[in-house]
């Protein structure tokens, strides 16, 4: 039985991060925001890869976006005017990441007054970050309460999440968590890639969970298709059964490693899932 996380509160603040690029950080995020929404919770994901966004994309907001988080911590917008609803909804919003590095600097304070207001009208704030320790990723990193470490299922991807981890805990982030994607589960038992125990042994991390290597997942990230959003009548996909199992333990739920990996159901039986009704766009103040 996976050992889960025991303490929660309401607006929890999530890193979601990896020193190694290409490890699936975006899509890890983008999935597991959206599997908490689906199963009942205010979601808010904020693209933290400041020069290098492509959240809107997997989001499918790619034209939808007005304002971003520079505009937010500069002051020339609230938090709720650099918004936009994911699934035309007010309890699962978006804000982007500048298309360019911003010239300007902003101080600590300002990091953290935006957080203190988002925190109060959501359950869930994911944090999607860059590979880099840049002045951008250090000031998200200091308002996370807990940080998601993705690593591929490769040796030296591993080895980046352990040092990542390492400097997460430096700066005092205790509660850490690790998300191997792309597991190739016939490839570890050969001994061609490393299993979960050397995983866990080699990032010195707690598991968190395991999404198993599928070609079709870049195809329905590209097509901006998210776990347990759209139609709740199809069958889950693999991926979307790891995320629900990432996403029911971040709830402080007791859930298997690999549970419903191999007997795919309607993605509307599985427990908590809601389905959700869209609502009128709010008014917002700039």
Not at 170 to 195: C, H, Q, T
Not at 266 to 273: A, P, V
Request: glycine share 6%; net charge negative.
């Amino acid at each position: 039985m996976f050992t889960y996380l025991e303490v929660f509160t309401l607006g929890r603040i999530i890193f979601v991060t990896g020193f190694k690029g290409g490890v699936g950080k975006t899509t890890v995020s983008a999935n597991v925001a959206s599997t908490l929404y689906a199963l009942g919770n205010k979601v808010l994901v904020i693209d933290g890869d400041f020069g290098m966004r492509c959240m809107d994309m997997v989001l499918g907001l790619e034209s939808e976006t007005l304002f971003d988080c520079s505009d937010v911590l500069s002051g020339r917008c609230s938090p709720a005017a650099a918004m936009c609803e994911v699934d035309g909804n007010t309890d699962f919003m978006f804000i982007p990441a500048p298309m360019n590095m911003p010239d300007e600097k902003y101080p600590q304070s300002a990091f953290a007054s935006f957080f203190a207001e988002v925190r109060e009208d959501f359950d869930y704030i994911i944090i999607d970050s860059c590979a880099e320790m840049t002045d951008y990723y250090m000031s998200f990193a200091r308002q996370a309460d807990e940080a998601i470490i993705v690593t591929l299922h490769q040796s030296t991807s591993v080895r980046a999440a352990e040092k990542t981890a390492i400097r997460l805990s430096a700066m005092g982030i205790k509660e850490l968590s690790l998300v191997v994607n792309g597991y190739r589960e016939s490839f570890a038992e050969k001994g061609r890639l490393p299993d979960i125990i050397d995983i866990i042994n080699r990032s010195s991390v707690k598991l968190l969970g395991v999404v198993p290597y599928c070609e079709k997942l870049s195809a329905s990230q590209e097509a901006a298709e998210l776990s347990f959003m759209g139609n709740l009548r199809r069958k889950a996909k693999v991926w979307e059964s790891a995320f629900y199992n990432i996403a029911k333990r971040l709830t402080g739920k007791r859930v298997l490693l690999f549970e419903g990996s191999d007997n795919q159901k309607r993605r509307s039986t599985y427990e908590g899932i809601v389905k959700r009704d869209t609502v009128q766009k709010r008014e917002i103040e700039i």
